[in-house]
């Protein structure tokens, strides 16, 4: 595996938290549709499983709420999760401007 494809992966589903919290940071998002938007708006297609276990943990740690959306399953981040999104940019800018 070259850099460049360990760090696409690392930054992909290795960090599935970080794209799953940003799609619910403004509105319901149901957990059936996750990997779809994912891979709609970040280019890569999350497994099913791994997308439900991240929901799971996010909700469980208090980083999503659950919700229904159409009468499903969904969740919304939370302002503790928010929160996080906003610690992650900046440590990923500071990241940036050292390399």
Not at 33 to 47: R, S, T
Not at 67 to 85: C, D, I, S
Request: glycine residues 8%.
């Amino acid at each position: 595996m070259t850099p460049i494809e360990r760090y696409k992966q690392t930054n992909s589903e290795g960090n599935l938290w970080i794209y799953i919290l940003s799609l619910a940071k403004d509105r319901e998002v149901a957990n059936s549709d996750v990997a779809h938007m994912v891979f709609e708006k970040f280019g890569f297609l999350p497994g099913g499983f791994n997308v439900s276990r991240v929901i799971f943990r996010l909700r469980q740690q208090g980083f999503a709420s659950e919700e229904k959306n159409r009468g499903k399953k969904a969740f919304r981040t939370t302002k503790e999760g928010l929160r996080q999104l906003e610690m992650m940019k900046e440590f990923c800018q500071n990241l940036l401007q050292k390399i």
